[in-house]
């Protein structure tokens, strides 16, 4: 696959898990709204549907702890640890705007999802940063 | 912290890569530790300087 190139063993895996995830996230999150508009699901049905497409997207952050641990090449565990702290600053930042804005102004702040993306787009933006940075000085 | 892993990499005609492979490490960390913007471990200096037969205060100076 074309972005595991020059990627190590223990990244190779850890993308390959992580397609698997968000493959089986699209599909628990096509039945759970699937189930929840057309079955009319209640009480303990619904809380089922609600929580269910949650696990893959947990099993993606339990895999992100298995690769650092997994992680041979300690200068790409150094990246990725810095780009989770960079995510989790990012999401931290977000929760605290999102409470003070519901808590002083009343608004119904960010609409759900929203957390997880600032996240995963913390993370991302900075691999890219530092993949680029690093891109600028190889030599052959 | 300088070093002079590209000078010895090049002596021996390997790339990034090669060296990276050797050492199981990627080749951005090769091009990290080259460059001055990641000072290797202790156990993997002493991989380096095994892997070029020198000694680590060959490589690596303190700047």
């Known amino acids: ?140 | 912290m300088t070093n002079r892993l590209k000078e010895f990499r090049q002596e021996k005609g390997w790339s990034q890569q090669e060296l990276g492979d050797r050492l199981e490490i990627s080749r951005q960390s090769v091009i990290a530790i080259e460059t001055g913007k990641y000072d290797p471990s202790l156990p993997l200096a002493f991989r380096l300087a095994k892997t070029f037969g020198k000694k680590i205060e060959e490589i690596f100076q303190d700047s």
């Open chain 1, 1 to 140: 696959m074309l972005f595991c190139k020059g990627a190590t063993t223990a990244k190779k895996a850890y993308q390959r898990s992580v397609l698997q995830f968000m493959a089986a996230y699209a599909v628990v999150l096509f039945c759970s709204s699937w189930f929840v508009k057309h079955d009319g699901a209640e009480h303990f049905y619904l809380y089922f549907w609600s929580v269910i497409p949650a696990i893959p997207i947990i099993g993606v952050i339990f895999r992100m702890g298995k690769y650092l641990r997994e992680e041979k090449d300690e200068y790409q565990r150094l990246l990725t640890m810095q780009s989770i702290l960079v995510g989790t600053g990012a999401l931290l930042a977000a929760i605290v705007f999102n409470d003070f804005i519901r808590a002083f102004a009343k608004s119904p702040g960010l609409p759900p999802f929203w957390f997880f993306m600032i996240f995963c787009a913390g993370m991302g933006l900075t691999q890219a940063f530092l993949k680029f940075r690093n891109r600028s000085a190889a030599d052959d």
